[in-house]
């Protein structure tokens, strides 16, 4: 009999050398946003390639902050993937635009970019597409659908028409470190957002940041006006002002209050100096599970190939023709293993708030079917080999008890 353990599913990867760069910063006299989080940016815009990166208390704060910096506001469409987390589309709203959701592909995690080519309009001013588990979307294929429809874009502000075309903001939460034809997440899209809440691959418990490509404009000047937006539209930080003598600001506008701090930087930093081997552990793990799953035809996300690398965030597993009940029970069984499994996504026109907005879920029957049969495995850097094995011995009993129960 297989002895009972507990397996977590994404529980932070916390050690001395976080706890003791944390207490560097708690000793230090300055825990708010200063040399940390300005340390812990450049050392993202390195590690992604990016020409510079603004951190933020969230990776919706940077969204929603890109969308402010590039002029979206009301009368304005964004489009975004219908299977997706909130956040991807929540962020239209607050900025007053107009949501557009675009199915995915049959057997996809990303939007169909034929549909996505036919949902642009004049007033499209960005696309949001999400890079799920960490795997970057295919961005040459997105640019392409965009340019296919050059013609119907109209830019409405100076940092539109310095981009060219309409804004790819990618919601990068998932793939910090994925790379795609030898370009890392943060050096594709025009601006990419990370997430680093505390189930991410690295955390700094809360928080976000913002990388964007070099085109026609100054990154300086975009910077300030990032900095500007997530202190209030104060002139002048904190940092700034305990200079003798250095007490006088302005507040330029009412702006937001989204700023990292150097605690958050603190974990961040040292999360960073781990990240490869954290990076290569999450390959290692992925490989262990395809190949514990191998025998029972299910289709397993697929990180790794020749041309690209995810970040191996989320186990994303499908049941080929297996009925959401059947999933459901799945996940019931596992949990009575001691196993913690998840879904990821409901696709967004099933959760209420965008159901009140007139999304229907009929309209995404490529998303609907993607969700029904789809479950998320424990994937993070403290699971042992053993603790994957466990989870698929605890899958395959699961599959096959409900199989024999006559479960579809």
Not at 81 to 107: E, F, K, Q, R
Not at 384 to 395: H, I, K, Q, S, W
Request: charged share 25%.
């Amino acid at each position: 009999m297989t002895e009972q353990r507990r397996v977590s599913f994404s529980p932070p990867d916390i050690t001395q050398a976080e706890i003791d760069e944390v207490v560097d910063t708690l000793t230090s006299g300055w825990i708010t946003t200063g040399p940390k989080t300005k340390e812990f940016e450049r050392e993202l815009a390195a590690f992604t390639s990016a020409d510079r990166v603004a951190s933020f208390s969230s990776a919706t704060a940077a969204l929603e902050c890109a969308l402010r910096a590039l002029g979206v506001g009301p009368g304005d469409e964004v489009i975004t993937s219908a299977y997706t987390y909130t956040a991807s589309c929540s962020v239209i709203c607050h900025v007053g635009a107009t949501p557009v959701l675009c199915d995915v592909a049959p057997d996809s995690y990303e939007m169909d970019y034929d549909t996505l080519a036919s949902l642009v309009t004049e007033r499209t001013r960005a696309v949001i597409p999400v890079d799920i588990a960490g795997r970057m979307v295919d961005y040459g294929r997105l640019f392409a659908a965009l340019e296919s429809v050059g013609s119907r874009w109209t830019p409405a502000t100076d940092l539109q028409r310095a981009i060219g075309r309409v804004a790819v903001l990618a919601d990068g939460a998932h793939s910090l470190g994925a790379v795609q034809d030898g370009r890392p997440s943060g050096s594709v899209a025009d601006f990419t957002a990370f997430s680093f809440h505390a189930v991410k691959n690295l955390t700094t418990a809360e928080g976000g940041a913002l990388a964007w490509r070099a085109v026609a404009f100054d990154s300086d000047e975009l910077y300030n006006q990032f900095m500007l937006m997530s202190l209030h539209g104060q002139t002048k930080d904190a940092l700034s002002k305990t200079r003798a003598g250095a007490w006088e600001y302005d507040v330029a506008y009412p702006g937001w209050k989204c700023n990292m701090t150097d605690i958050q930087a603190a974990l961040g930093l040292a999360q960073m100096r781990r990240y490869p081997t954290l990076l290569a552990r999450r390959r290692e793990l992925v490989g262990r599970y395809e190949n514990g799953l191998a025998d029972l035809g299910v289709d397993v996300l697929q990180h790794y190939d020749e041309d690209f690398a995810s970040s191996g965030h989320l186990m994303l597993v499908r049941l080929p023709g297996k009925s959401a009940a059947f999933r459901n029970a799945l996940i019931e069984r596992l949990a009575d293993a001691g196993v913690s499994a998840n879904v990821h996504y409901k696709p967004l026109p099933m959760l209420t708030a965008y159901r009140d907005l007139g999304f229907d879920i009929d309209d995404f029957p490529n998303a609907r079917a993607q969700f029904e049969n789809e479950v998320t495995l424990p994937l993070h850097t403290l699971l042992l080999d053993d603790d994957v094995d466990y989870v698929v011995g605890a899958f395959h009993r699961a599959w096959d008890a409900l199989e024999a129960e006559g479960v579809r």
